[in-house]
């Protein structure tokens, strides 16, 4: 097979491996939306008389061939072919003759990748909010399950003041939950067509770009066509960015079960189904995967800082570059979703040691809490401050374990949990799955034989 842009002369053959990288690989991940988003540019060029509207039941055929191959794995895309945009032409052509060789008119692969990487990135932004909140229902019951499990509450890794496991997880439920903003951004970043803009001047035909918004389900078109190829990089950077969000939550709870899982601090074990052994010392049971999500947090803000730097100190319009900003952002949307989905199995099997909690706590870690006794009964805040400092371990009265019940107000441990973070989970799964039957049905109208 030919490229596209092949007129006949000879291309050096390290330079065509190095030029084309890894896009034979990455685009059988994109194929499927190429070929949906062909098949909406092709309904408009039926529309405007391009294409004749006979051609366009072979093409919905071929289309959904592919689509079908390419949901399998089974679609190839030889090095020959340079990327996926290729080899999906070649097809067409191949099986369909000049009805293959129209397909291409009014757009450029320029269009075609960044068409491609949106329509991927709505799915699978929305796969991986489905997994942070499967992830944070469950931190938010754990939270509720060991609200009452005292254990010491940390600042600079010293002893602060006494806290519980439960609040702990519910803090981590939350934070999670914040992200959520974060990717709803991303996605309607995402979902605006650039179909149209070609290679970023437009093109000499009256092409309806709103149509293949429309047909694509995208929220709205991106207007100015350069625009367009000036987002190429951005939408990945920013999309990564949002992406940053949950897997710094996930590196800092890993960090937080491994410490907690210690032979020294014992207040969790971790089954021996998520954990792995040693080739040399029989005793040990390691928290391999925890290391590992710290790991691949770490990887992906390197991803991030990658698409940035490739991106930004660019001239405007398409540049080669741009390229290498693909593997990032399908990477990246990949590991994120397999964080939050890797934690679980953890968290599910986690064994609690409340008596190792409590056995940890110094005496004086209720000193705060023995400052605040005493200013309830009357004492200036400085002044029993000053007393309690003396001899923190013995100014403590009761059990500093228990201290924690006492801060009641809002959001503190003692409180009962409010309705919170439930409105906002029951808010974010209506919102993932009206955007998910929106775009089912843009497949399901699309490939209709009707």
């Given at each position: 097979m030919s490229r596209l842009w092949d007129r006949g002369e000879p291309l050096e053959a390290t330079i065509a491996r190095f030029t084309v990288g890894r896009d034979p690989e990455l685009d059988l991940r994109l194929v499927a939306y190429d070929a949906l988003a062909s098949l909406a540019h092709a309904m408009m060029l039926v529309d405007i008389g391009i294409l004749d509207?006979?051609?366009?039941?072979?093409?919905?055929?071929?289309?959904?061939?592919?689509?079908?191959?390419?949901?399998v794995g089974a679609f190839p895309i030889d090095l020959a072919d340079e990327d996926g945009h290729t080899a999906l032409e070649n097809r067409l052509t191949e099986r369909l003759g000049d009805s293959g060789r129209r397909i291409h008119t009014g757009r450029s692969r320029n269009d075609q990748v960044i068409a491609a990487l949106r329509l991927f990135g709505r799915d699978a932004v929305l796969d991986v909010i489905e997994e942070l909140l499967a992830t944070t229902e469950l931190l938010h019951s754990l939270g509720e399950t060991h609200r009452e499990v005292s254990i010491p509450g940390y600042t600079h890794t010293r002893?602060?003041?006494?806290?519980?496991?439960?609040?702990?997880?519910?803090?981590?439920?939350?934070?999670?939950?914040?992200?959520?903003?974060?990717?709803?951004?991303?996605?309607?970043?995402?979902?605006?067509?650039?179909?149209?803009s070609a290679s970023g001047y437009g093109?000499?035909?009256?092409?309806?770009?709103q149509r293949v918004a429309d047909l694509l389900g995208f929220s709205r078109v991106q207007e100015n066509t350069l625009a367009v190829q000036n987002d190429r990089g951005r939408t990945e950077m920013l999309t990564l960015g949002a992406l940053l969000a949950p897997s710094l939550d996930l590196t800092r709870l890993a960090t937080d079960l491994i410490w907690m899982s210690t032979d020294e601090f014992g207040f969790v074990s971790l089954a021996d189904q998520v954990t792995t052994g040693s080739s040399i010392m029989p005793q040990k049971r390691n928290p391999d995967v925890l290391e590992l999500i710290r790991a691949s947090g770490a990887r992906l803000r390197a991803r991030h800082a990658e698409a940035a730097n490739l991106y930004a100190s660019l001239p405007a319009g398409y540049h080669r570059d741009l390229q290498l900003t693909k593997e990032p952002?399908?990477?990246?949307?990949?590991?994120?979703?397999?964080?939050?989905?890797?934690?679980?199995?953890?968290?599910?099997?986690?064994?609690?040691?409340?008596?190792?909690?409590?056995?940890?706590?110094?005496?004086?870690?209720?000193?705060?809490?023995?400052?605040?006794?005493?200013?309830?009964?009357?004492?200036?805040?400085?002044?029993?401050?000053?007393?309690?400092?003396?001899?923190?371990?013995?100014?403590?009265?009761?059990?500093?374990?228990?201290?924690?019940?006492?801060?009641?107000?809002?959001?503190?441990?003692?409180?009962?949990?409010g309705s919170g973070v439930r409105r906002r989970l029951d808010a974010a799964r209506e919102w993932v799955e009206g955007r998910r039957a929106a775009i089912e049905t843009v497949w399901e109208a699309l490939l209709a034989t009707s």
């Open positions: 509207r006979e051609e366009l039941p072979g093409l919905r055929r071929e289309l959904s061939t592919v689509i079908d191959e390419a949901k002893q602060a003041m006494p806290s519980t496991l439960g609040f702990l997880f519910a803090a981590y439920a939350e934070g999670l939950l914040d992200g959520v903003p974060w990717l709803v951004t991303a996605f309607e970043h995402l979902n605006r067509s650039p179909l149209g093109v000499a035909l009256p092409l309806d770009r952002f399908l990477e990246g949307l990949r590991e994120t979703r397999d964080l939050l989905r890797v934690v679980r199995p953890v968290l599910e099997t986690l064994v609690v040691h409340p008596d190792r909690g409590r056995r940890a706590m110094t005496p004086s870690i209720g000193a705060t809490d023995e400052v605040y006794r005493r200013v309830a009964q009357g004492e200036p805040f400085r002044t029993a401050y000053k007393a309690v400092a003396q001899d923190p371990a013995t100014a403590v009265t009761g059990d500093p374990a228990e201290a924690w019940r006492d801060r009641q107000h809002l959001g503190a441990p003692g409180a009962k949990a």
